[in-house]
């Protein structure tokens, strides 16, 4: 099968622009999920969708990022304006959310801000 | 959310040698995934366990979930060049709705 899609694969920026990065989960995987890594750290959850409804957002810096999943396929990550510590990997991962099943990651984009 | 406390934070042996790290909680798991990470690359599953005093082998892997449920370790035996990387521990709380948690892992790097 197909693994997760994302793209770009990295991203440099100044600090107050704008910034999107797009996740195409592996097909029939119901649950997608936004993960932020910074360098050195385990990856920190921002956002979880069930197809097209967010289920948990309570970690996503909502003055700055927003996430949409339209159709309950593809997703996409926006920051809007970036700062210096938004500068990390931003790995997108989808599951079948049966009950303890794994997720599958894609390879991330890497971003930095100047 | 739990927190999941992982030690050592970094590891470095040589070729040959035997290690076991740690995934450590004050909360109680319905089940935790252990998950390797090279650079570039994106998380992979390595084994998921379940039931408090599992024990799961992965060729030279061997995976251990507490009686309690509320820690793990995964022991290496006869380290290789090719296991270096972040190795990550992570689990859902028992509620279902939250995302899967990682731990800050811990950086394991092999010497020839």
């Known amino acids: 099968e197909a693994g997760v899609a994302q793209s770009p694969r990295y991203k440099i920026i100044e600090k107050r622009q704008s910034v999107a990065f797009w996740c195409n989960p592996i097909?029939?995987?119901?649950?997608l999920y936004w993960y932020q890594q910074i360098l050195g750290q385990g990856p920190k959850l921002l956002i979880q969708?069930?197809?097209?409804?967010?289920?948990?957002d309570s970690q996503l810096p909502k003055d700055r990022f927003s996430a949409e999943r339209l159709k309950g396929v593809d997703s996409t990550l926006k920051i809007q304006p970036a700062k210096l510590e938004d500068s990390a990997v931003y790995l997108c991962?989808?599951?079948?959310?049966?009950?303890?099943?794994?997720?599958?990651f894609g390879n991330g984009t890497r971003l930095t801000v100047t | 959310t739990q927190l999941l406390e992982q030690s050592p934070q970094f590891l470095s042996i040589q070729e040959g040698e035997n290690l076991t790290v740690y995934c450590n909680s004050s909360?109680?798991?319905?089940?935790l995934q252990w998950y390797r990470q090279e650079p570039g690359e994106g998380p992979v599953l390595l084994v998921t366990?379940?039931?408090?005093?599992e024990v799961k082998k992965l060729k030279r892997l061997t995976f251990q979930f507490g009686d309690a449920r509320k820690d793990s370790s995964l022991h290496i035996t006869a380290a290789q060049t090719g296991d270096t990387g972040l190795y990550l521990c992570?689990?859902?709380?028992?509620?279902?709705?939250?995302?899967?948690?990682f731990g800050k892992g811990t950086h394991l790097i092999i010497q020839p």
């Open positions: 991962a989808s599951s079948t959310r049966r009950r303890d099943s794994p997720l599958h």
């Open positions: 097909s029939g995987h119901a649950t």
């Open positions: 969708f069930q197809n097209n409804g967010v289920v948990d």
């Open positions: 909360s109680v798991f319905s089940s």
């Open positions: 366990v379940v039931t408090g005093g």
């Open positions: 992570a689990a859902y709380s028992g509620g279902g709705a939250d995302g899967l948690t």
